[in-house]
């Protein structure tokens, strides 16, 4: 059975540092581009990060860039989101994804085949 978990979620306040994983399971991981979407109250879903399957490519959303950073180690089938500079607008539910195509396909597009249940993420002093 296809599964993504994610942990790591939480309370910071603003201008601190998070770590979502994601660990997957059911599906060959090396196989397909993973990331991050997120959901505020109120608003859409979007794609915050992507990784390729090989992690040589990589996509932000403009309001994360050189504050998150996507890896990922397939050895262990984990996917990672390292948050920094926080901001209360980081605020939401953070869900892992998977799916078949590029990481703009995925992230921008939302082309996505599969998502975890979400793990929450809350940015206030």
């Known amino acids: 059975q296809l599964q993504l978990e994610e942990s790591g979620g939480g309370l910071v306040q603003p201008g601190g540092s998070l770590r979502l994983s994601c660990t997957a399971s059911g599906f060959t991981f090396d196989s397909a581009a993973v990331g991050w979407f997120r959901q505020a109250p109120g608003t859409d879903r979007e794609g915050v990060s992507c990784?390729?399957?090989?992690?040589?490519?990589?996509y932000y959303a403009d309001s994360v860039k050189g504050r998150f950073t996507i890896s990922r180690d397939n050895a262990k089938n984990t996917v990672y989101l390292q948050m920094n500079s926080l901001k209360p607008e980081d605020t939401g539910i953070y869900y892992c994804v998977s799916g078949e195509y590029n990481v703009h396909a995925v992230c921008d597009l939302h082309a996505v085949d599969h998502w975890g249940k979400g793990a929450l993420v809350t940015v206030s002093s």
């Open positions: 990784i390729s399957s090989s992690g040589g490519n990589t």
